[in-house]
């Protein structure tokens, strides 16, 4: 694992010590608030509203977590392998892997329909931020606002949908400061056209996971049906014919995870010394668990692998986060610009009066949060039933407790406005294992007992007197869930009939839902809306002494990023900015050609006809996080020059500070793409389809 | 993972709820008590004491833990291979993998000399109960009960070893009812023989591991020299001629680690909700940390391999036994005689007021524990510095303290007894690999700010403003006491020059020593010398009311066990008592021969010539832990059998409660050791050895 060097850490403080105006090539912005001031300035590039409503529907957001975007005309999508994973996993079986041996469908009618795919594409944005405000009375008590403001976003989300049709979610933005209303068409028959070996695409697997130099090629394309038929979607983008050059300006439009860098101080240090800390024991537990149920035997292997790079991938990613949260040379200049902030504040009579608080405001909501943290994270967050009969179970009993509710009291997620999602995810035929299900439900049981306590009431309830193996098999051997057609009649019965179930993951759903209620209560109401009251100051505090020019934090929608092509210098040697295709089979050869550097089968056979000096992965300085996977890279004029895959081990503080120094972007060229369609899988006719020559 | 059934645990509840009795083949029993009675009673075998004393002195503890014997008249020694594989690792280069590949000296010059393995052959016990106990005052305060009773027990083993010369350990028996001082011949002139290759002796790796079916040529052959020549050891273990058969008795003799069944009710809580998934935690870190290093290279790999197998081994150890003390069908039997055995003491006044207040004395020691836990465990017992550098650091300012003190006052580790022993670790010549110890240190470094808080005054002067990772490469890079000779002149200089050393490694041992020795203080003076006494009692009141055929809890000194070959009964499938070679072979072919149920290339090049049906691995119900590693397995003629090297899932509770419903060792037979040296490693003048007919 590399280090923070001391130069790139001073390039941190310099960011951080002025105020937050984002510098660089910093920032993940919002479409309707693009970064047009530093484009001109930096690049004499002049966004325009065209080029942005085009990017934008060319932009496609995976349910499963991920990004991607139209890359033709006939509703064909590209992604990474990893985000594709997923639903490559669910049209798997003992016999054909289609994680490990790829697909390519040579003709329409070999495109697979994918299990539950979920694509959305970004319609428009509104701002509802005096609305929803509007709804909340002021000076209400926590409990009401909440209240208040939950009727409030379900409300403006069901109106929305029976108005367009669309898919609707308000989204919170700088933690509360704005709300907007994205208005998403939603599409459902995905079908899979190609995906490579995973040995290619994860070239490296974990031990090159966030390493640069790559040579990964980590794609993967869909193509999106409507009525049957490839939807025609006029607002895609094309492949570059010419590649791109050392220093060029890029852009990403994606749907970045999540990021933490306007947290105040003190939020930090709760993620460094409670959150982090916990999320990562419990992140080891399962990928020690998993590992050790994979290696059993080949097929445990496939059931778990998806799963397990999900774990390996997330470790790898926090502890280098939470590495920077504990060095003080990162969080030293966070402490001194909250400082600098709050004396500008201070300094303002008025300022002082209506934002003075907040930071003292979110400081409470954390001690609050402290004391229910273990409680909520295992029971509402459900940490403690790692098991899909139990998400499954779960979303049964409480679909029928908020049914019975009026639209504006239910929980968010149970609102009318998603329910379509949710019935989609609920009703999967995707394949459920109950052998793997047995050994991380026991373990995350365990989990359950040591963090709460053997004795405490509610866990000898769960227990039921049996040890966490004795009962996780038991509560999985006697459960019917696994059925789809089970899932439908108590979808279809009501509440009491469902109560009467004999189904053992129900009552257990059932026993489960009056504690774990009772703590999200506490944490919506005491810890989350105090926040979200807080930081929205904090945010309108900001734009009183920072103007509006600044990016929100990622809430895995859609934001515009931007950046150079650059190499770094790494160890006292200078880092290219790309690798070549020729570089994957000397890599291969300096680790013995062994997993997870055996490259596949048709990649030894055709290596003569390849052009082994065509680009291969690039890295640049664009601003992304977990969530931009598969996220197009884009040129001036908005064609394609590669696909984002992964950040390196320098990028991984960018959840708390970005830095240009040494952290990088890193992306498949899109010239790799075509050389190895053409050359070694043989699939001419997608290649002509991606330059839009056929 | 395999669960308990229903059957197995009423097997255990009906051992629980009698008086503590061992029952059936159960007990690890002392050689000074063994179990005549049960041994007549069962199998009509008388022991005798020449029997007894022959067996002694051929059974050998390996310092690194584990267990071997002498198995013939030149001074070989029989272990496990993975008993032996630190000694592999040690004398291993990137060039020649040992642990890998395996070894085999034809001739004595080929005979490799260890790096730092320390041999020892207990030569008799004495009872010092009565010397150790008159020492400590009656009604001494715990501060100066505790500093007497350290002070009796450095004396005794320094005029022990003044007298004869041997190495003296003063044993605590029955966690504090009786001492017995052990005298061991020490032998450190230790050279490799024989070793198969890893991939067979470790055949089906970490997914097989304590599971059964198993087939494992888990061995590994020493020879001890004395004066440039082979030790000439009369009281050695033939090996056995005609095997064994279904249903046989069968002895082991060897160093059964660590159990803990006599604990208090309370003290099986305690590791239940504290000490274990802490540990768990520890380890699940450190395996995940090590895995991630191994697979960035094949040189990592190597570098990492035995410590990491350590972990896996550990983990999946642990994890049983912890899924049994969550288990209320466990805990309930064991609350049961413990309510039980203290009603008796209370109906008795006069072990009423001599005993009657043991059990709250333990806890209230452990409320104490609970307090100081994660401070001890981090600095004391060093789990936040995971560093070969820190422990040769601390062991060096330690050295210096102590010796300044007359050795009665000595922390019992640095007492003079021992200082040999310490010296052969100290400046052991076994390599250090810098990239490895920092990547370790990182990562404990990480875990002391999480468990003590990154605020903590301490931590703050450890970390000295860095994060982990930057703060663990300092060190590490800092230090120069990877050189033996550095450390060979600090040792020689006093406490003094340590405290100018510049070394950045001690001086942050002397930063954590006064903090360490503090709360080592607390723990030593207030927890373990009054649980010391409370368990003394209790083990006192067993005495009186269950009589003195008992064995006390495993201390990784010498114990006789004893049981039957027997398979078992599994998910409705009868598990014979025996494999044979050939069923490697299908095993492995089961597993698509990956590794790791690749065979080795010789055992792929040899099968032809094998007989296949010989016998392979077997179980018994013998009673063994970790430690008995490379016990023998001997028959009612002493001779040798089998070679312990693991117990089944079922066996895993067995730290706390012991059933042989299911619960087996597992064994290599000899027959296959035979078959295997002298059909695939043309090893024949090694078998003649080991047959006695050379």
């Known amino acids: 694992m590399k280090r923070f060097s001391a130069l790139l850490i001073l390039g941190v403080m310099m960011n951080m010590a002025v105020p937050r105006l984002a510098r660089g090539d910093e920032g993940m912005w919002l479409f309707n608030r693009p970064p047009r001031e530093q484009l001109a300035k930096r690049y004499d590039f002049q966004v325009t509203d065209e080029w942005l409503k085009h990017v934008q529907h060319a932009s496609v957001r995976f349910n499963s977590g991920g990004s991607g975007s139209f890359v033709s005309g006939r509703g064909l999508v590209m992604t990474n392998h990893h985000v594709g994973a997923d639903a490559l996993a669910k049209l798997s079986t003992p016999e054909r892997d289609l994680v490990k041996d790829g697909y390519h469908a040579r003709k329409a009618a070999d495109e697979l329909k994918c299990v539950d795919l979920e694509l959305n594409v970004l319609m428009d944005i509104e701002d509802v931020t005096a609305k929803v405000n509007a709804a909340v009375p002021a000076g209400a008590a926590p409990t009401e606002a909440q209240k208040a403001r939950q009727a409030v976003m379900n409300t403006i989300e069901k109106q929305s949908l029976d108005k367009t049709g669309l898919r609707s979610d308000v989204v919170t933005l700088y933690q509360g400061g704005l709300y907007h209303l994205y208005r998403y068409k939603k599409y459902t028959d995905v079908r899979l056209v190609f995906a490579p070996e995973k040995s290619i695409a994860f070239f490296g697997g974990d031990p090159d996971n966030f390493e640069y130099p790559r040579y990964d090629l980590d794609c993967c394309f869909f193509r999106v049906y409507e009525d049957g038929k490839p939807v025609e979607h006029d607002d895609y983008l094309r492949f570059s014919t010419h590649g791109l050059s050392d220093e060029e300006l890029v852009f990403v439009s994606g749907h970045p995870g999540k990021t933490d860098r306007q947290n105040t101080y003190a939020h930090l240090c709760f993620l460094r010394d409670l959150g982090l800390p916990l999320s990562m024991n419990n992140i080891r537990r399962r990928e020690v668990n998993l590992q050790s149920y994979s290696e059993r035997s080949l097929e445990n292997a496939r059931r778990g692998e998806d799963e397990l790079f999900m774990y390996q991938n997330t470790r790898k990613a926090r502890l280098g986060g939470l590495d920077g949260l504990q060095n003080p040379l990162v969080m030293q200049p966070k402490l001194e610009a909250e400082q600098k902030l709050r004396k500008r504040v201070a300094a303002d009579t008025n300022l002082q009066k209506k934002y003075g608080d907040a930071w003292d405001q979110v400081e409470a909501a954390l001690a609050l949060w402290q004391g229910i943290y273990d409680e909520h994270y295992l029971l509402e967050r459900a940490m403690a039933f790692n098991s899909q009969y139990f998400m499954i179970a779960r979303t049964l009993v409480r679909l029928a407790e908020e049914s019975e509710k009026p639209n504006a009291e239910r929980l968010h997620e149970y609102a009318e406005a998603g329910l379509d999602s949710l019935k989609q995810e609920l009703f999967s035929t995707a394949p459920i294992y109950a052998d793997l299900e047995t050994v991380k439900l026991a373990d995350s049981l365990g989990f359950l007992m040591e963090l709460l306590g053997a004795e405490n009431d509610l866990v000898q309830k769960i227990m039921a007197g049996k040890g966490p193996q004795d009962r996780a098999a038991q509560l999985t051997a006697g459960s019917t869930l696994a059925d789809v057609a089970v899932r439908r009649t108590l979808f279809d019965g009501n509440l009491e009939t469902l109560r009467q179930s004999q189904d053992p993951m129900i009552q257990l759903a059932f026993e489960v839902d009056g504690p774990s209620r009772n703590v999200r209560k506490i944490y919506d109401e005491k810890i989350e809306e105090p ?112 696909l984002i895959f992964d950040g390196n081990l320098e990028s991984l503080v960018w959840d708390f500070a970005y830095s240009d120094e040494k952290g990088r972007a890193i992306s498949v060229d899109v010239r790799a793409i075509l050389e190895s369609l053409d050359k070694i899988y043989d699939a001419g006719e997608l290649a002509r389809e991606l330059r839009g020559s056929e």
Chains 1, 2 share one sequence.
């Open 531 to 642: 926040m979200r009251q807080a930081y929205a100051k904090i945010a309108q505090a900001r734009f009183a002494i920072e103007g509006q020019n600044t990016y929100p934090d990622a809430t895995f929608t859609l934001r515009l990023a931007f950046g150079q092509v650059r190499g770094y210098d790494e160890l006292g040697r200078t880092l290219p900015p790309w690798t070549v295709m020729g570089g994957a089979y000397e890599h291969a050869k300096k680790h013995g050609d062994k997993e997870p550097f055996l490259l596949p089968a048709s990649w030894r056979k055709h290596k003569d006809a390849l052009d082994l000096d065509t680009p291969f992965n690039f890295v640049s300085t664009v601003d992304i996080i977990g969530g931009n996977s598969g996220s197009p890279v884009i040129n001036r004029k908005a064609e394609v020059v590669g």
